[in-house]
């Protein structure tokens, strides 16, 4: 079974990584466009409010009440079940996501004001950030159809997966990018504002993704009229299980918002460079973490239907394992070179046209989201063991002391140190939220982490400190500073493999080998 977990994580990882490489491209175009000024700013915050709901509804609440139960259906009564509560739930989902997407547009002032109350406030005073708000409003009205699409598209792809289309879903997300990429490109001159470009650019991306993603839900035979059914047994049962979910596994988009909104009344550039940063993080976060969990929950699922509990806590070991063999170098290595990967994605441009040093400023963003690297990709493990189960009280109740303590270190540390107390702020959270799952979970007898995973997490440590300290050594005799880009692309590139290759001979050495990740060891 692992094998199969690990070729399909392996497929979704490939998907994942075009899509991020795409992702950073479209970063770059957007720092070469709008820099890390007003516009910037603005447009970030038009679109990470779609995003925010899109990611705590579609892609995390509703994804995890959906996925189990879905897999209960197909288990246990077959296909033609499985068809009619997928076009119950497409069908009452979509009625809904229509008339808050209405609502949004013709009440993005509202939205604006609501999630940028500082800039409302310049604006009814005439003050700087007036022309911050106008612009909001008008990007919202672009943006938050997004949701829509998007939440649509959420649903079909987990119908996919839990079918084991995963390419499918892994790969739409590429969609999006090179809409964004296109518009930025042949539409910023049909503007005064370049960020009307993008965010037409995010429109048209959410409705390709939507269309990209129904002809292979055709092919499976799921592809049937919606029906509004908001009383329908199974349906009844995914709403019980979404409110809670709500402030579970997606607890950390809700800190990104709370990020957001305070980086508001900071200085200009902070929402920017923490966008950037945050960007960088989801990279491995996207490349790694979350492809594990895109195969690993509706594997737990099908296996607690089944009443297969020791396959399920070996399944859950085994992805723990996984996220540790890559997120622990993952997060040395951000630490001792983004300076040159921001340098080499970011540094032209608006981006580098600034009083303000905008390369050290997101770098020390991802220094402070790198520290909770490893906890974001663990919390993408272990939440799924509760919600496979359907349980969405426990990590509701685990997420809510999480969201607390991210707004009480915010309160602590923003004052100090800024944005880079926000981002701090948000990892130390993100730990409390992985260590606090992880306890549950061990106190309720559904996975206790085995002594084979640890020693592996003590091997994985003394790789990377061993390989970080030499990269960062290396970094230093190299006058990268000034140089071309395609110079910098270069050193990056050798650095890379210098820092893969150390960590992972380092690993092998330990007595790591391919069949210790590919296949599930016994639990001690």
């Keep these: 079974m692992a094998k199969g977990l690990f070729k399909s994580g392996m497929i979704v990882s490939a998907m994942t990584m075009l899509s991020r490489i795409l992702g950073l491209v479209r970063d770059a175009v957007v720092a070469n466009l709008l820099g890390a000024g007003l516009a910037a700013d603005v447009f970030l915050f038009a679109n990470r409010i779609p995003n925010f709901f899109r990611r705590l509804f579609a892609e995390g609440a509703f994804a995890q009440a959906f996925i189990p139960v879905l897999s209960e259906i197909k288990e246990k009564h077959g296909d033609d079940q499985v068809r009619v509560f997928v076009a119950q739930a497409a069908g009452t989902l979509g009625t809904i996501l229509l008339l808050v997407t209405i609502f949004g547009v013709v009440g993005s002032p509202v939205i604006a004001a609501l999630f940028g109350?500082?800039?409302?406030?310049?604006?009814?005073?005439?003050?700087?950030?007036?022309?911050k708000f106008t612009l909001a409003s008008n990007l919202l009205k672009l943006t938050v159809p997004y949701l829509f699409f998007i939440s649509i598209v959420a649903l079909c792809g987990a119908v996919l997966n839990v079918y084991n289309r995963f390419s499918v879903a892994a790969f739409t997300p590429v969609l999006l990018n090179m809409s964004l990429i296109s518009c930025a490109i042949f539409l910023h001159d049909k503007f005064e504002q370049g960020a009307y470009a993008l965010a037409i650019g995010v429109f048209i991306g959410g409705l390709v993704q939507l269309l990209f993603q129904l002809p292979f839900l055709g092919k499976l035979g799921m592809l049937s009229k919606p029906t509004f059914a908001w009383r329908a047994p199974n349906v009844v049962k995914v709403r019980k299980l979404m409110l809670p979910a709500i402030f579970g596994v997606s607890v950390s988009q809700i800190n990104l918002l709370l990020?957001?909104?305070?980086?508001?009344?900071?200085?200009?550039?902070?929402?920017?460079w923490l966008y950037y940063s945050d960007r960088?993080?989801?990279?491995?976060?996207?490349l790694f973490g979350i492809a594990i969990a895109t195969v690993i929950l509706p594997t737990l699922a099908k296996l607690h239907a089944n009443d297969k509990l020791e396959d399920f806590q070996k399944t859950m070991d085994w992805g723990v394992r996984f996220v540790l063999l890559l997120g622990i170098p993952a997060m040395g290595g951000l630490i001792v070179i983004s300076p040159l990967i921001i340098s080499v994605l970011f540094g032209h441009g608006e981006f580098i046209n600034s009083e303000v040093d905008n390369v050290a400023a997101v770098s020390a963003g991802v220094t402070a989201y790198s520290v909770g690297l490893v906890s974001f990709m663990l919390i993408k493990v272990l939440?799924?063991?509760?919600?496979?189960?359907q349980d969405t009280k426990t990590p509701v109740k685990i997420g809510v002391k999480a969201l607390v303590l991210n707004m009480v270190f915010n309160l602590a540390l923003a004052p100090f140190i800024g944005y880079l107390g926000l981002a701090l702020a948000t990892s130390l959270s993100a730990t409390c939220n992985a260590l606090l799952l992880y306890l549950a979970l061990r106190n309720n007898n559904i996975y206790r982490v085995?002594?084979?995973?640890?020693?592996?997490?003590?091997?994985?440590?003394?790789?990377?400190?061993?390989?970080?300290f030499s990269v960062y050594w290396l970094a230093q005799q190299i006058a990268w500073q000034g140089e071309g880009t395609l110079v910098q692309v270069t050193?990056?590139?050798?650095?890379?493999?210098?820092?893969?290759?150390l960590y992972f001979?380092?690993?092998?050495?330990?007595?790591?080998?391919?069949?210790?990740?590919?296949?599930?060891q016994q639990l001690d």
Excluded: C, N
């Excluded at 990020?259 to 920017?272: E, F, V």
């Excluded at 960088?280 to 996207?286: A, K, Q, R, V, W």
């Design 117 to 131: 109350t500082t800039w409302f406030i310049d604006w009814l005073q005439g003050g700087e950030s007036a022309a």
């Design 259 to 272: 990020d957001t909104i305070i980086a508001a009344a900071l200085m200009t550039g902070s929402i920017a």
């Design 280 to 286: 960088l993080i989801e990279f491995p976060l996207g």
């Design 383 to 389: 939440a799924p063991g509760f919600y496979a189960r």
């Design 450 to 468: 085995s002594r084979f995973t640890i020693w592996f997490a003590l091997k994985s440590i003394a790789a990377t400190i061993v390989m970080s």
């Design 491 to 501: 050193i990056l590139g050798g650095l890379l493999a210098v820092a893969m290759t």
């Design 505 to 520: 001979s380092i690993m092998f050495i330990f007595g790591v080998r391919v069949s210790t990740i590919k296949e599930i």
